[in-house]
């Protein structure tokens, strides 16, 4: 049974020391919409919601934005084809709301972390080119609300798909496609009563430097 153990961690370390670990830096934006979905509740403190299909379509209507980020982190390829990486990032958000003749607009500080799997389906030391998917957790600071919102709290986190494509150019450049769809956003009532969380979703490009 030891010796079991002990060969499955050298085996862990052996995958681990041929992985092509690489750190990075980058900046991310691109269109972003929003919508809103309210959660029930008696009292103050924790409160939470999942989004639907029909609030993400929704989110396309009457709405538009903008968001940028800088990230920071490191991906790791098993040969040329699987990789995983991981990042930080800061950033901040704007979206336009407008129902009939009245507007207003919403503006969130970002920051948070995500992990993507990475396939290529072409790649060598310099070039390649994928897809990834993955998930990410992001903090809001809610700078101002559209009207009817202002009790609400102002930090915000949400759970967020993402998916895209992404090429790897002169061994240091990496250009991606990318969409962000969150799932699920929680948060701090402030007041008595239902609450409401944010719902914003973003299509865009990122380019990054690996070191």
Sequence with gaps: MKKKILGL???????????????F?????GYTVGNFKGTAGDGKGF???AFGPGLIADAFKNTNGYSAALTLGSENFFGNYFGVRSAIF??????????????????????????DLMLNFFGN????FGVFGGAEAG???????PSGLSTVGNNLVDFSGRVGISALMGGHHRIEILAKIPFASMGFKTTLGGSVV????S???????VF
């Design 9 to 23: 961690i050298l085996a862990s370390l052996g995958m681990f020391s041929f992985a092509q670990a690489r750190f």
């Design 25 to 29: 830096v980058g900046v991310e934006g």
């Design 47 to 49: 409160y939470a919601s």
């Design 90 to 115: 800061g950033g901040y958000t704007s979206v336009s709301y407008k129902s009939g003749s009245e507007s207003s607009k919403t503006n969130l500080v970002d920051a948070g972390l995500n992990i």
């Design 125 to 128: 030391e310099t070039s390649s």
């Design 139 to 145: 903090y809001h600071y809610w700078l101002n609300k």
């Design 198 to 201: 944010p719902l914003n979703v």
């Design 203 to 209: 299509v865009g490009a990122s380019y990054k430097f």
